[in-house]
């Protein structure tokens, strides 16, 4: 059997969704392990503004492609973009492009999705769903197809606690359920959404539940693959450590927690996240379209520490606005507690001192925006799935040993502590694009911070002092209780060290 390059030599690969977070890492890697690759065709629309060539030049930029653009300037040319609109009929690929890509595309790799939560039900169907279809009906009459692969999520049947490496009886059948809220008006739609997506947790899983039944029932004309990546983090080794570009699932997270917005969270402490970086997912999918006669082919990966806070103590971010400080616990009482006393109290006050300096009050409507995002993330950081992964262990076992190093998924590899402190630092470095030379400045900010609460705190004590204690009998008389009784237990101690000595 060829490697996995050799595999890809010469072959023409069609890409949805390279302009995402994996597309890109999936365009870089195949561009570097995959020299040979004769041409990466990848569909686009253009957005806010800017046309697609303009998105693809910008994207190719972009410092992810460093190393690729060192060892090939002209790596561009093998990058062909095709205008598409996922969301429009026949994902309004023009005709001339659908022959082209008829006639040479072999290897078909789909992540185009929303990944909102809070994505209206009917725009997910018709992203994560409609398109899906369209795109199966094309690769039909790509005459020289030999794998699709359909990036889906470990938690599309999240509604199980196990999961095995099956496709489950969808929630509903797609097909009914597109032509009956085709004539409906949004509102209706909104109206019954909950009685639809049942016992899942947002439109998201729902539909990516209902494409993966849409990708096997086309197992008998192509050879499909599904990937089922859990939480995607941002890259372990390649192109290099922490490279991360959005605030979605856990970097919006860390993201908070490392400015000291985010101080308590509802989680299961057991379980923290099931993450994975994006350089392995894309490994493993690239290895998936290699083993192009596997009829399903669905590979999730699981985390369970987390090192948040200490990173970044080490490496704090700009301007935090507390010490970086979180308590996690799957209590909702306490949880609710922490929400009043460490984001609701501070925001208010740091709000009023705004509103003293005749400035714009901001930080109640951050942390409402942190409490929705935190909120619909909850689902997901309060509970355990288990999965099963034969396939991903049979795939390992099926690549040769060049292989295993150059497309390496083995999370067992992982070193956790020094992946969460890369992570961190790639937040910093590349979505706020902070500067590492900052670091001393923002670490004497998080002393000033801690000076601030010592400050703080003792104008509290005196405060409570003076208008509880100094002002009822009966206060005095327990504190004078609780002061005689650490005395007695100080002079008890003092005599027994004594004695021993
Ligand atoms: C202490 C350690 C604990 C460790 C413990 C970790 C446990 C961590 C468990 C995670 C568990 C995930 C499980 C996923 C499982 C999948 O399958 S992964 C798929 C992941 N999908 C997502 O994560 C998408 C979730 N996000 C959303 O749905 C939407 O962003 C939200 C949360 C509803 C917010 O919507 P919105 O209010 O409309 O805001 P949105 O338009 O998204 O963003 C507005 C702006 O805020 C920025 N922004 C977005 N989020 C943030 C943020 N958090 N902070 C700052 N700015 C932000 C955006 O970049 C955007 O900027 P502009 O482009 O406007 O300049
Ligand atoms: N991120 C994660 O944690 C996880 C992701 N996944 C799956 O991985 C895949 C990729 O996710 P990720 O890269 O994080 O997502 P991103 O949101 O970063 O990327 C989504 C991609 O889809 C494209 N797209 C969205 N709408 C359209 C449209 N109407 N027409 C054309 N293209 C469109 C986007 O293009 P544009 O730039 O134009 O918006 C973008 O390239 C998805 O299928 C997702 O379900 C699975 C598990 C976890």
Redesign the pocket.
């Known amino acids: 059997m060829a490697s996995v390059a050799e595999y890809y030599a010469g072959k023409s690969v069609l890409i ?10 999936l365009v870089e890697k195949l561009l570097w392990s995959c020299p040979e690759v004769k041409a990466l065709y990848i ?5 806010a503004g800017q046309s697609m060539k303009q ?1 693809v030049s910008d994207m190719m930029k972009c410092k992810l492609f460093d190393r690729v653009r060192e060892d090939n300037p002209d790596f561009h040319k093998k990058i062909i973009p095709i205008s ?5 009929p026949g ?1 309004s690929i023009s005709p001339e492009d659908v022959e082209k890509l008829s006639a040479c595309i072999n290897i078909v790799f ?7 939560f809070d994505e209206p039900l009917k725009h997910a169907l ?3 769903v409609i ?1 899906t279809q369209e795109l199966l009906s094309l690769a039909q009459r790509m005459h020289h197809l030999e794998a699709f692969i ?6 599309a049947n999240c509604n199980r606690k196990h999961i095995d490496e099956v496709i489950y009886p969808p929630p509903v059948e797609p097909k009914k359920l597109i032509e009956s809220l085709e004539w409906m008006d949004d509102g209706i739609v909104q109206d019954i959404t909950p009685r639809l997506i049942g016992d899942r947790p947002n439109t ?1 899983t729902y539909t ?1 539940a209902l494409a993966e039944y849409v990708v096997q029932q086309e197992q008998d004309k192509l050879n499909i693959g599904i990937v ?6 941002a890259s372990w080794q390649e192109p290099f450590p922490g490279w991360i ?2 605030f ?3 970097s919006g997270v860390f993201i908070a927690a490392g400015k000291g917005i985010l101080r308590t969270m509802r989680a299961n402490n057991d379980a923290v996240a099931d993450l ?1 970086p ?1 350089d392995m ?1 894309v490994n493993l999918t690239l290895a998936a379209g290699w083993y192009t006669d596997l009829e399903e082919n669905i590979l999730p990966l699981s985390f369970r520490k987390h090192h948040v806070i200490s990173s970044f103590k080490r490496n704090p971010l700009e301007q935090a606005f507390r010490r970086p400080n979180a308590n996690i616990t799957s209590n909702y009482l306490i949880n609710q507690y922490w929400i009043l006393v460490s984001h609701k109290f501070p925001a208010f006050i740091y709000d009023l001192f705004l509103r003293l300096c005749g400035q714009k009050p901001q930080m109640m409507r951050i942390f409402n925006r942190l409490h929705k995002a935190i909120g619909l993330l909850e689902y997901f950081s309060s509970q355990d799935w288990e999965w099963n992964s034969e396939n991903m262990n049979m795939l390992m076992s099926q690549l040769t040993p060049e292989d295993r190093t150059a497309f390496n998924f083995d999370v067992r590899q992982l070193n956790w502590p020094e992946y969460i402190e890369n992570y961190c630092i790639g937040t910093k470095k590349y979505v706020l694009n902070e500067d590492m030379s900052d670091i001393p400045a923002a670490r004497q900010h998080l002393r000033k911070l801690r000076n601030i609460r010592y400050t703080f705190n003792t104008v509290l004590v005196v405060f409570i002092w003076r208008v509880f204690i100094a002002r009822s009998q009966m206060a005095r008389n327990i504190w004078y209780f609780v002061v005689s009784l650490c005395f007695k237990f100080l002079s008890y101690f003092r005599a027994s060290s004594t004695l021993t000595n």
């Open positions: 949805t969704g390279a302009t995402g977070f994996m597309g890109k890492v569909l686009v629309r253009p957005k998105r598409s609109e996922l969301t429009q994902l789909h992540c185009a999705a929303t990944i909102r018709q992203l994560n398109a359909h990036i889906s999520t470990a938690y998201y990516k089922r990546p859990s939480i995607v983090g570009d959005n979605n699932g856990p994975i994006v997912v």
